[in-house]
């Protein structure tokens, strides 16, 4: 039985994972309208927000790439914390 994520094909399931997968609080089994045949099974995210968009913009503006007194060389750190620190300031 062919099992999908929100990302595609996942696995081919036998009749024992079929069997543990009815129990899954996140699957979905898809039948057949005509006969009720078991066509598909559908995993779906449960209690995680992994396939949400989440970070918009650009994320270089969180962080600064440059030397400091506190900050060594080819090492990124928040700016936040050097504003803070007394740093560099963009």
């Not at 995210?45 to 080819?74: C, F, K, L």
């Amino acid at each position: 039985m062919p099992v999908f994520t929100q990302y595609g094909k996942v696995e081919m399931a036998d009749a024992a994972r079929v069997r543990r997968l009815e129990t899954a609080p996140n699957a979905e089994f898809v039948r057949r309208h005509k006969d009720g045949q078991l066509m598909r099974i559908n995993l779906w995210s449960h209690g995680d927000d992994y396939g949400m968009r989440t970070h918009h913009g650009n994320p270089q503006t969180d962080v600064h790439h440059a030397e400091t007194d506190t900050n060594p060389p080819r090492v990124w750190t928040f700016k936040h914390c050097l504003e803070r620190a007394g740093g560099p300031q963009s």
